[in-house]
T-cell receptor
Framework: ETGVTQSPTHLIKTRGQQVTLRCSSQ?????VSWYQQALGQGPQFIFQ???????GRGNFPPRFSGLQFPNYSSELNVNALELDDSALYLC????????????FGNGTRLTVT | EDQVTQSPEALRLQEGESSSLNCSYT??????LFWYRQDPGKGPEFLFT???AGEEKEKERLKATLTKKESFLHITAPKPEDSATYLC???????????FGGGTRLMVKP
């Protein structure tokens, strides 16, 4: 069974630039979600995709957007990067079943300078 | 709005010294309470799901319990390899999203 994989592992960008992060879901999972984790804090929900449609969104501005592909892989795009966007970005996949646990990748560490 | 508070923020134990981590939560319609372990530079690793008050789950030296307002993660005779940040999260009945607490950073000294 292949787990959740994310790329790249680290990224450095300049304020105002755009970034795309990628995620491959765990085999057999049909839902993918993205979380932002600032240093020393718990992860915060950005959004979730099911059947290529966004079906839940946290308190993040529209410059955070995403895609889910037919093979359940996913992208997170962030436009007009700000210094506060520096964080660990985590992708998680799961089934949609009630109480199904989310399985996380090891994240992408984004630094905005 | 769902809220999750974990305490203490950090905990130092000697090897073999048992203790408990607390997770207090407020959620409208609990679908599940989740415990995760996170090592530095890694993503959270799933440990347990608890669904209803009174439920208990065990895995090696860890035991998770749930009441209507709190969950506890009991660590019995911890070893240095148990050192990590332990995260608690709730999922309410409107979707799959998780609301996390800030975590407890556990350090076990030999």
């Amino acid at each position: 069974e292949t787990g959740v994989t994310q790329s790249p592992t680290h990224l450095i960008k300049t304020r105002g630039q755009q970034v795309t992060l990628r995620c491959s879901s765990q085999s057999g999972h049909n839902t993918v979600s993205w979380y932002q984790q600032a240093l020393g804090q718990g992860p915060q929900f950005i959004f979730q995709y099911y059947r290529e449609e966004e079906n839940g969104r946290g308190n993040f501005p529209p410059r955070f957007s995403g895609l889910q592909f037919p093979n359940y892989s996913s992208e997170l795009n962030v436009n007009a990067l700000e210094l506060d966007d520096s964080a660990l970005y985590l992708c998680a996949s799961s089934w949609t079943g009630e109480g199904a646990p989310l399985h996380f990748g090891n994240g992408t560490r984004l630094t905005v300078t | 709005e769902d809220q999750v508070t974990q305490s203490p923020e950090a905990l130092r134990l000697q090897e073999g010294e048992s203790s408990s981590l607390n997770c207090s939560y407020t959620v409208s319609g609990l679908r599940g309470l989740f415990w995760y372990r996170q090592d530095p530079g890694k993503g959270p690793e799933f440990l347990f799901t608890l669904y209803s008050a009174g439920e208990e789950k065990e895995k090696e030296r860890l035991k998770a319990t749930l009441t209507k307002k709190e969950s506890f993660l009991h660590i019995t005779a911890p070893k240095p390899e148990d050192s990590a940040t332990y995260l608690c999260a709730v999922q309410h009945d409107a979707g799959n999203m998780l609301t996390f607490g800030g975590g407890t950073r556990l350090m076990v000294k030999p």
